[in-house]
């Protein structure tokens, strides 16, 4: 390596903290797309981010909190998504939440690193453990509260297992025609299921 890409070894200056970290996030977030949960390395994530190993423990622990601190910030416009998601008459729900979950994946910046979140949960555990971590006590459960309707809670997980299902077959098995499909098709036949989940029309 040249003295410019050469890794850092130790704590850095405090101003350039914030840059290594983000760094190391961004490095985190494409090993864990690429490689997966259990073939991703702290090692090869400091590698990747021209940092010392001693200095990803140092921000962010263990192996899986990694993994979280990278995919929690793909997260955060879901995290508080539920209250844009409610706004308006019930009877449009289902087309705005299908439009805001494929808004995300479509946008090539936040769907690298959501392949990489799905891609880890279906074959580890502990990126399983994270996933659910997020969706189903951040995201999910805030949606479920705002319906005063029966079994809120498994309508919540109905809808988000019909548009998580789709999207595994789109972006990571890219099962076709629905791989090439435009987006507006997709959205206008999906988006009835996940009213009838969420609202039981």
Known sequence: MTGTTARRRGRPRREEAADTRDRILTA???EFSERGYEKTSVRGIAKAAGVDSALVHHYFGTKEQVFE?????????????????VEGPLDGVGERFARFFFGVWER????????????????????????????????LRRIAGRFDLPDAELRAELAAAQLVGCAILRYV???EPLATADVEQVIARVAPMV???LTGE
Do not use: C, M
């Open 28 to 30: 985190a977030r494409e």
């Open 69 to 85: 601190a990278a995919i929690e910030v793909v997260f955060a416009p879901a995290l508080s998504a539920p209250e844009a998601l």
């Open 108 to 139: 090539p910046a936040t769907r690298t690193p959501l392949l990489a979140i799905v891609r880890s949960a279906l074959s580890n555990d502990a990126a399983a453990a994270v996933f659910r971590r997020l969706i189903v006590s951040q995201l």
């Open 173 to 175: 098995i890219k099962v």
């Open 195 to 197: 009213q009838r989940h």
